[in-house]
């Protein structure tokens, strides 16, 4: 009563500034029973806020849940990575505007 099996725990270090940071351990787990049992997935946070307070949270997903919060954080990256691309060539784009019209003939006298 009370078993279960566990995956050995997987450790993301989340790059940050001095004083923020953030570790999250992620595991399978699955109860030891006679009868077949769902599959969760267990996460631990921890790290450091803003102003160094500690953050400190753990999470039971189910694998189909845990799939759906991985989908969500992929999803919103690429949004960012598209997002960051586009002011990138619109800020280029302004750039050589800025150069070909200071490099045009007439305005050098």
């Known amino acids: 009563?009370?078993?279960?099996?566990?995956?050995?725990?997987t450790t993301f270090s989340a790059p940050g500034s001095a004083s923020q940071r953030l570790e999250v351990t992620a595991s399978l787990?699955?109860?030891?029973a006679r009868w077949l049992t769902a599959t969760y997935v267990d996460l631990e946070f921890s790290g450091l806020e803003r102003d160094w307070l500690p953050i400190s949270a753990s999470l039971h997903l189910t694998t189909d849940h845990a799939a759906e919060l991985g989908g969500f954080l992929a999803n919103l990256s690429q949004i960012g990575e598209a997002e960051q691309a586009a002011q990138v060539q619109a800020y280029l784009s302004a750039l050589t505007k800025e150069v070909s019209v200071d490099d045009h003939p007439s305005n050098h006298g």
């Not at 009563?1 to 725990?9: D, V």
């Open 1 to 9: 009563m009370g078993e279960a099996h566990r995956s050995t725990p």
């Open 29 to 32: 787990y699955q109860a030891h």
